[in-house]
């Protein structure tokens, strides 16, 4: 059985966690990936703290993504 959390919940948490902003943008991959969830208020949440971080952080975050795509593309390169 899944736990949904409620939207009002789900916002109250990103804002109790941004409070170290240090850590998130090495995060950032997941969360995005995160945002394909299934339920609304974990996409709405992911959402949310996401565009927070990027308010503050956009450089860290543009790099995180970035980075990623391309650890990713070489993978690819690799296996094939």
Partial sequence: M???????DAAATV???LHALSAW????PQLVAGLAH???PVQLALRRLL???LQRQPADVV?????GSLD???????DA
């Fill in 2 to 8: 899944q736990r949904l959390v409620p939207a009002a």
């Fill in 15 to 17: 804002d109790a966690t």
């Fill in 25 to 28: 943008p090495d995060l950032v």
């Fill in 38 to 40: 299934p339920a609304a």
């Fill in 51 to 53: 565009e927070r971080v």
């Fill in 63 to 67: 790099f995180a993504v970035l980075a």
């Fill in 72 to 78: 990713s593309a070489f993978s690819r390169l690799a």
